[in-house]
């Protein structure tokens, strides 16, 4: 008969075997999933920023769209208002001492609106010399400095701009309102703490970002600029619309009127109806693009931390 005993000590190189083979997995896993999460996160700080670098370029375009809506309401309203005084002057609608009380009423707020449309005038002044004086490139470095120092943005990863036309950096190939930029960290993983003789075990977690400030596809008619989807030369951009409205049948702007000295009804020649009014919001957007600036080098085109 065999000696069970005796046969024990021959399975233990089997599980010595395993064993080794269950770590070698758990730890190749374990870097693997490291270098894999600092590359996802390269690539959301790379992405997220680019955007942020445009946004004031995007939120004062927006701004614009807003005031030149509201300007477009005050002038239609104004464009009534003059003819409804002109109506009453020549007695239209009205009837004698009437005619005179109702002109009074309607210079009135003729003053108001005008005072109103000259405020508007006013806002969209400033945002057109925002622009135009270049004070967004202005903010654009200067929340570009606060992305570098890492008081915002990731502040892991080192930032570099390849090309910003609002940064006033590059222009190799790039538009107005664009811009292309790498993220960069040294990662050490794991197997450097416990193999530090075996070689150089870190690797580079790289995101790599570009965007462009572009109008929404328009959808309704007039027909779009850019084919539904697609931005300035070709690039995709994310689903949305500008907005043709009619203020008075969407619901936005109802009729407004002024009763006459004896608190008639208004009529047709005092009622200001926006329904035959036809707007344009145009909105934009930071528009992910294909990287433009070219293959970089490192550590020559770029940097990490």
């Known amino acids: 008969m065999l000696n069970v005993h005796s046969r024990r000590g021959q399975t233990l190189p089997f599980w010595l075997i395993t064993v080794v083979i269950l770590l070698t997995i758990l730890f190749f896993g ?9 590359q996802i996160r390269a690539q959301n700080a790379a992405d997220a920023q680019a955007s942020a670098l445009l946004s004031t370029r995007t939120n004062i375009l927006n701004q614009e ?23 009453a002057i020549n007695g239209h609608g009205c009837a004698g001492t009437a005619c005179a009380t109702q002109y009074a009423s309607l210079r009135a707020q003729y003053v108001n609106a005008l005072t109103g449309f000259q405020s508007v005038y006013q806002l969209l002044q400033r945002a057109n010399n925002f622009t135009q004086g270049g004070q967004f490139n202005t903010d654009t470095t200067a929340l570009l400095k606060a992305l570098q120092s890492g008081a915002s943005g990731d502040p892991a990863f080192k930032l570099t701009v390849l090309d910003c036309s609002d940064c006033g950096k590059g222009k190799k190939g790039g538009n107005i309102g664009t811009v292309d930029l790498a993220t960069c960290k040294i990662i050490t993983p794991v197997a450097a703490g416990l193999f530090p003789s075996i070689g150089n075990w870190t690797f580079r977690a790289v995101g790599r970002a570009a965007a462009q400030s572009v109008l929404l596809p328009v959808q309704g008619a007039p027909p779009s600029t850019y084919p539904p989807g697609y931005g300035p030369g070709g690039y995709a951009v994310p689903t949305g619309f500008s907005e043709y409205v009619n203020p008075g049948t969407a619901g936005y702007q109802p009729p407004e009127g002024w009763d006459t000295a004896a608190a ?30 070219g293959s970089m080098k490192y550590p020559g085109d770029y940097q990490c931390n």
Do not use: C, H
Not at 30 to 38: A, Q, S
Not at 270 to 292: A, C, H, R
């Open 30 to 38: 374990t870097n693997y999933m490291t270098n894999l999460g600092w």
């Open 65 to 87: 769209s807003v005031l030149l809506y509201s300007a477009a309401v005050a002038e239609y309203r104004l464009r009534y208002l003059d003819q409804a005084m002109l109506n």
């Open 264 to 293: 008639a009804p208004v009529g047709p020649y005092e009622l200001v109806d926006y329904s035959n009014l036809l707007v344009d919001l145009s909105w934009f957007t930071n528009g992910m693009i294909k990287p433009y600036w």
